[in-house]
């Protein structure tokens, strides 16, 4: 009988540390996740050095819970993945080292993984992977359209030009006053509200999957100080609801041109902004009128850093033999493809 494989992942490249243990790749036995929200809340927005300092503060207690709901000792665990970029440097380090510590100490193999990679194999632990497939990633940093052929290969073939989705609701959160991290805030105003603002849509050449935020995000801040100047009333529901269509048209429309291009059997949304109501409702609407193609949501508490995802994906590299030694670094901007072959 195959052996089970135990994989630990640890993730903290920007506001969330977490650490998770994951069985062969796909079953999640710990999952822990201590946020720092309420510490960035009130600069409305992840300051970096606080960031690092919580995450050394909290990685030793996550880390003990963790290995405790699972009930496994160090030399249980097959290999150790890390989160060793893209992120905030000094927030990666933290778990970079102590990935490095763990692995030294108790001769575990280590591995790096890539942030996106982990939200992108959140969805390895809801439902099985089936190529060529490609993933919507919508996050606090990352806007991006990933082909995958295969396990562990990763092609973009969009991205955002600018702001990402996430960075663009916590913007446009900010200027209603909406406290931070503004996402879910815009999401329930959007559902109270109508659509009735005429906001711009980046579509960018013909063919194109890239994504532009900036225009749109500049269109909501000028409509709200035009009215202010103005002396007028714009309902936030209204301004949060044509916001939200204007988001969710560009990346619903973009996401099913690449769906037909590449004749993809499977689309994997992922990132924060995957928790999104409305980019869930619609692309679940789009996706009934075409049922030879799956389309695979994770729960929300997936959506969001953690890192049973960079177990999950770290499995994939665990099978292929792909591991780093002792002198992994983080690497702020790390390529998502730096193992395709
Ligand atoms: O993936 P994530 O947890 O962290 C990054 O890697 O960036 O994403 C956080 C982002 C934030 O910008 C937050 O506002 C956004 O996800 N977000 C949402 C919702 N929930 C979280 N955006 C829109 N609608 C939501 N319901
Ligand atoms: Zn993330």
């Avoid at 099913?256 to 924060?272: D, I, N, P, S, T």
């Avoid at 799956?294 to 508490?301: A, F, N, Q, T």
Wanted: charged share 20%.
């Amino acid at each position: 009988m195959k052996k089970d494989k135990w994989i630990m992942g640890i993730e903290t490249s920007c506001d969330e540390t977490a650490v998770a243990i994951v069985k062969n790749g796909t079953e999640i036995v710990a999952n822990v996740v201590a946020s720092q929200i309420e510490s960035h809340k009130r600069f409305g927005g992840v300051v970096p050095e606080i960031a690092s300092r919580h995450h050394v503060e909290q990685i030793t207690l996550v880390l003990e819970e963790a290995m405790d709901q699972a009930g496994l000792g160090f030399e249980d665990l097959d290999a150790i993945a890390v989160t060793e970029g893209p992120g905030l440097v000094g927030a990666l380090l933290v778990g970079v080292n102590t990935a490095k510590a763990l692995a030294f100490a108790h001769g575990i193999p280590l591995i790096g993984v890539h942030h996106i990679a982990g939200h992108i194999y959140a969805n390895r632990l809801v439902a099985e992977m089936k190529f060529p497939l490609v993933s919507l990633v919508v996050s606090g940093g990352h806007t991006e359209l990933v082909y995958m052929k295969e396990h562990g290969h990763f092609e973009v073939i969009g991205e955002t030009r600018d702001d990402a989705a996430g960075e663009a609701y916590d913007k446009v959160a900010r200027t209603l006053k909406l406290p931070y991290p503004g996402g879910p805030h815009i999401d329930r105003l959007a559902h109270q509200g109508r659509p009735t603002i005429n906001l711009p849509r980046a579509w960018l050449e013909e063919g194109s999957y890239d994504f532009s935020f900036s225009g749109l995000k500049s269109a909501v801040i000028n409509a709200v100080h035009n009215a202010e100047q103005r002396g007028e009333n714009i309902a936030p529901e209204d301004l949060a609801a044509s916001f939200q269509e204007s988001v969710i048209d560009v990346l619903v429309t973009k996401t099913l041109a690449a769906v037909k291009e590449f004749h993809v059997k499977q689309v994997l949304l992922a990132g924060g902004v995957a928790a999104n109501k409305g980019l869930r409702n619609r692309l679940s609407g789009a996706f009934n009128e075409i049922p030879e193609v799956e389309l695979v949501i994770p729960p929300l508490s997936l959506c969001t850093d953690n890192a049973a995802m960079i177990a999950a994906a770290g499995s994939i590299l665990n099978e292929k033999g792909i591991r780093a030694n002792l002198a992994l670094n983080a690497n702020p901007s790390l390529d998502l493809a730096i193992h395709n072959e």
